[in-house]
């Protein structure tokens, strides 16, 4: 069995940021096989896709609508992927979940992953 745990969400105002983390623990669980994904969801709207990290050789994807703002990496000696968001906007606001991937192109279909956390809340004011 795999545990995500999300960390590092909180309040923040607009322009601001934030870096989110999620570790990932398992009695034989490590990272290095499995490419990552960060979704968000806020109240009343679907799950949308925020960022995708691919396993070796690392190729990073985004979202149109964060893209130059976040950043996705990962540290597999640590079993944890990090989301750098920067210049934060109130549209931001969202629980943000971490997902882990093992076919390492699942990208933005939430159906493609395996293990997801329990999230984070992200709130950004005006």
């Known amino acids: 069995q795999v545990q995500l745990v999300e960390s590092g969400g909180g309040l923040v105002q607009a322009g601001g940021s934030l870096r989110l983390s999620c570790a990932a623990s398992?009695?034989?669980?490590?990272?290095?096989?499995?490419?990552m994904g960060w979704f968000r969801q806020a109240p009343g709207k679907p799950r949308e896709f925020v960022a995708h990290i691919t396993r070796n050789p690392i190729r990073a994807s985004y979202a149109d609508s964060v893209k130059g703002r976040f950043t996705i990496s990962r540290d597999n000696a640590r079993n944890t992927v990090y989301l750098q968001m920067n210049s934060l906007k109130p549209e931001d606001t969202a629980v943000y979940y971490c997902?882990?991937?093992?076919?390492?192109?699942?990208?933005?279909?939430?159906?493609?992953?395996?293990?997801w956390g329990q999230g984070t809340q992200v709130t950004v004011s005006s």
């Open positions: 398992g009695r034989t669980f490590s990272m290095y096989p499995y490419a």
């Open positions: 997902a882990t991937d093992r076919t390492n192109q699942a990208l933005d279909d939430p159906d493609e992953y395996d293990y």
